[in-house]
Structures are given as C-alpha cells and as structure tokens.
Antibody
Framework: EVQLVESGGEVVRPGGSLRLSCAAS????????MSWVRQTPGKGLEWVSG????????GYGDSMKGRFTISRDNAKKSLYLQMNSLTAEDTALYHC?????????????WGRGTLVTVSS | DIQMTQSPSSLSASVGDRVTITCRSS??????LAWYQQKPGKAPKLLLY???RLESGVPSRFSGSGSGTDYTLTISSLQPEDFATYYC?????????FGQGTKVEI
C-alpha cells in the first residue's frame, strides 16, 4: 500500500527539541522530493520544510529557519524533521507529504500526521 | 510571501447542489494552484493541480478554473462523501502557502 506514516510527536517543554520521522512505503522513495506541512485549528495548513530527492537541496518556512532541519535516508525510505528551540506556536499536527513527480511543489500523498504539543 | 484567501470560510449545502469555492492570491501567477480535500481525522487528499487538472481517481464532478489571482473549485453535484474541508495551495513561489480552508457542511 502506498502510504506515509509519521511518528515522534509528543508533549515537549518550551525550548526543547524533538525529532519527527516519516516512513514511506509502496513507492520508490528516492524518486520524490518530500515535505513537512503542519496544521493547526487557528492557522490551517502551513508549509514547514522541503527536501529534494537526494537531500542536497532543502527549504524552510520563514518561522522555521535556523531552528528546524529536514533530512532523509533513502535506504531506510524515511524522512525526518529535527526541531529545536520549540515554542508554543510550534504546537501542531505535522504531516509528511510527497511532492508530485512533475517537480511542481504540490503534494500528491499525505500522511495522517503526528501531534506535537509544546507546553510547560 | 503569497497570501491565499478562500471564500467562503464555510457553507451549507444539500446533496445535489452545485458548490463553488473561491481562492484569491495576493500575487498573480499562472495556474500554479492545487486543491485538496480533507475529512476529519484524515490526511488531505489532492483533488486538482495546475488549477484545472484533475488528479487520477478524482470524480469528474470536481473541476477547477481561474488564472491570475482568482481561482475556483466547483463541485457540480454535491455527494454525501463530499462534505469536508477544502484547501487551495499555490506552488508558484516559496514559501508554498495555503488558503485557510472552506468547510462544506450539510
């Protein structure tokens, strides 16, 4: 089955760190760029970060630059998001998403998300 | 950053109705727009890309149009399984940005 399954979300204190993972299955992972998109009731969907197929090109949303690091391990068919200096505003459901094979940055496959809660 | 504004934020409709959702961008671009559907507790699902191109497997009652700053998602005859929240997304320039969503309710 073609799917993305996120993990690693939990409750973390402000200023803390967390690493999210996304396991891909059912498709050739290293054929695709990948992204993280987060979702909150208040702000809706927000693009967090993206990475190209081999990991040598990455991009970040404005509020994530310098705090978040995206990476991937094609041998393990996995995507990661290292999040540091977390604040309450990072509380969200974090989705892993596959970038369409055309190279245009819309997302043709999503995971159901992993919940990150930043709270003291 | 390009701001995407959807309208309405919610609407009530009945099975069989024609439904139109609008997405307006703060900057003009040519067709670099996607539409997604999300049901509670589920992952978003791609419906259309390049403003009007239907993703494989998506019913033909969904259609998209527009250019420049104004884009539209139309459901020609609303079905029970279409009650969900719909989002637009521009992929013209980084950071990729989404509309705030339109909830379609019974």
């Amino acid at each position: 089955e073609v799917q993305l399954v996120e993990s690693g979300g939990e409750v973390v204190r402000p200023g803390g760190s967390l690493r999210l993972s996304c396991a891909a299955s059912g498709f050739t992972f290293d054929d695709y760029a990948m992204s993280w998109v987060r979702q909150t009731p208040g702000k809706g969907l927000e693009w967090v970060s993206g990475i190209n197929w081999n990991g040598d090109t990455t991009g970040y949303g404005d509020s994530m630059k310098g705090r978040f690091t995206i990476s991937r391990d094609n041998a393990k068919k996995s995507l990661y998001l290292q999040m540091n200096s977390l604040t309450a505003e990072d509380t969200a459901l974090y989705h892993c998403a596959r970038v369409d094979s055309s190279g245009d940055w819309y997302f043709d496959l999503w995971g159901r998300g992993t919940l990150v809660t930043v709270s003291s | 950053d390009i701001q995407m504004t959807q309208s309405p934020s919610s609407l009530s409709a009945s099975v069989g109705d024609r439904v139109t959702i609008t997405c307006r961008s703060s900057q003009a671009f040519s067709n670099s727009l996607a539409w997604y559907q999300q049901k509670p507790g589920k992952a978003p699902k791609l419906l259309l890309y390049a403003a009007s191109r239907l993703e494989s497997g998506v019913p033909s009652r969904f259609s998209g149009s527009g250019s420049g700053t104004d884009y539209t998602l139309t459901i020609s005859s609303l079905q029970p399984e279409d009650f969900a929240t719909y989002y637009c997304q521009q992929f013209y320039s980084v950071p990729w940005t989404f509309g705030q969503g339109t909830k379609v309710e019974i």
